[in-house]
């Protein structure tokens, strides 16, 4: 699964998160100098500038995005499962696997929580002037009125939380991007996921050997499309930054450096504050030593934007620097590569509520709640490989109307997001397994 995305980049002399911050800064650029040079030639101007980029850039950047919208469903659904089969295989160790379910859970939930608040109390999207958010909103008016269709067609709490268990899956997944699913859409596809994982660890083995196989072969052919479809994303970025920062000018670039401080933010307190309590408080171990143990595994991590590929690193060094059980380190560690992405979570949340904000969409209660959800059991279902998390995003925006297209605002500075959520989800899976280890917590740690 990580092969795709590692031989596109040793092929190339130039990597592709170079390329595709080539491409976010030549769009930026030729963007904001239109914007400048438009804005003093009237409103005329200003209207053949936008009816450029609605006829020619955009269409090129949605070519991109379509290639991942194509995948979403398929992607949700073997990755979810998948990660669940394989959490929830409490046959194998029993307690452990429950015990490494429920902290999954907790940092996982923990981690939006925090992303969430950062997202409300900072509000780097409002960095947008007003006028720059109301022309944003004129180039995404169709966007605007489904919206304000599905607004009007508001459910009940009691009704919200009967959709989330679909009366048919299928037909949720069909209409799970357009809006025109008759329940909860994706996140009824993610609770039927749910369930399909847990019922393939009851029944017999050798039954849902064959199925899961299945669902890994679906599973890795999806990442080849999604490593495809990334081949084109400087292209695609560069048409879609044009797009948005011709019509908001240099306020486009102060909300993204707002955007990204304050991502970083919220992965440091995740990573600093909330790891160093459990380590300390459950797996009563000192959090300097501990951080001082993985440095390695840190380095790698950051460096290669994968939790896949940082995985053989992790499992030598929770048994060479921590002393971890093999067995507990292998089971937690493998699993957590792909199920644990608690950091892929906290940004996944914090994007949603930036590009709500940049739109001047203003999220009720249920609507948080919703990007709650759905973040968490993203996390799950997103795949351990560089830009593995950008697909889960374009649908958690599906899901509370938020025009997708603005994902392109991001993707130039998503290397560096994801180098440093990919460090917090691969010390999160040794943080769970630390924690975890019954006999290490008690035990004596003997040098080498």
């Not at 797996?283 to 995985?311: C, H, M, Q, W, Y």
Request: with cysteine.
């Amino acid at each position: 699964m990580v092969s795709g995305f590692d031989k596109t980049e040793s092929k190339s002399r130039l990597g592709l998160h170079w390329k595709i911050l080539i491409g976010m800064a030549i769009g930026a650029t030729a963007g904001i100098l239109c914007n400048v040079v438009v804005r003093g030639q009237g409103p005329e101007a200003v209207a053949r500038l936008k009816w450029f980029a609605d006829t020619f850039t955009a269409p090129i950047g949605n070519i991109f995005l379509r290639l991942i919208f194509m995948v979403v469903v398929p992607l949700v659904f073997c990755a979810l499962t998948l990660g669940v089969a394989e959490i929830g295989d409490v046959r194998k160790l029993g307690r452990l696997g429950m015990r490494t379910l429920g902290m999954t859970l907790v940092f996982s939930t923990a981690s939006v929580l925090i992303g969430l608040t950062l997202a409300n109390t900072l509000r780097p999207g409002d960095l947008i002037s007003e006028g720059s958010r109301d022309l944003l909103k004129q180039q995404y008016a169709e966007d605007a009125s489904k919206s304000i269709k599905s607004a009007s067609k508001a459910k009940s709490i009691t009704d919200t939380i009967l959709d989330i268990i679909p009366r048919n899956p299928l037909q949720e997944a069909v209409g799970a991007l357009d809006g025109s699913s008759p329940g909860s859409g994706m996140l009824g596809v993610m609770f039927f996921s749910l369930c399909f994982g847990i019922a393939l660890t009851v029944i017999p083995a050798e039954r849902a050997s064959p199925v899961l196989e299945v669902l890994r072969g679906i599973y890795e052919a999806v990442m080849v499309i999604i490593s495809v479809a990334m081949k084109f994303a400087p292209i695609g970025v560069a048409a879609l930054v044009f797009s948005i920062s011709a019509v908001l000018g240099l306020q486009f670039l102060v909300a993204l450096s707002g955007y990204v401080f304050a991502v970083l933010t919220g992965l440091g307190i995740h990573m600093f504050v909330v790891y160093s309590l459990a380590v300390w408080l459950i797996a009563k171990r000192s959090p300097i030593g501990f951080f001082k143990d993985i440095i390695e595994v840190i380095l790698t991590a950051f460096a290669t934007s994968s939790s896949n590929a940082t995985l053989p690193t992790s499992l030598r060094v929770v048994e060479e620097k921590l002393r971890l059980d093999p067995k507990v380190g292998r089971f937690v560690l493998t699993i957590g590569s792909t199920a644990n992405q608690n950091g892929t979570a906290l940004y996944e949340g914090m994007t949603v509520l930036f590009l709500a904000q940049v739109f001047g969409r203003d999220l009720d209660l249920t609507q948080q709640l919703t990007v709650v959800l759905l973040s968490v059991l993203a996390g799950i279902g997103t795949a351990g490989v560089p830009g593995g998390s950008l697909p889960l995003v374009v649908l958690v925006l599906q899901t509370i109307n938020v025009p997708a297209e603005g994902i392109g605002i991001i993707m130039g500075v998503d290397r560096l997001l994801d180098m440093s959520r990919t460090t917090v989800n691969v010390v999160g899976d040794i943080a769970i397994a630390t924690c975890v280890d019954e006999p290490t917590a008690g035990r004596q740690i003997t040098s080498s």
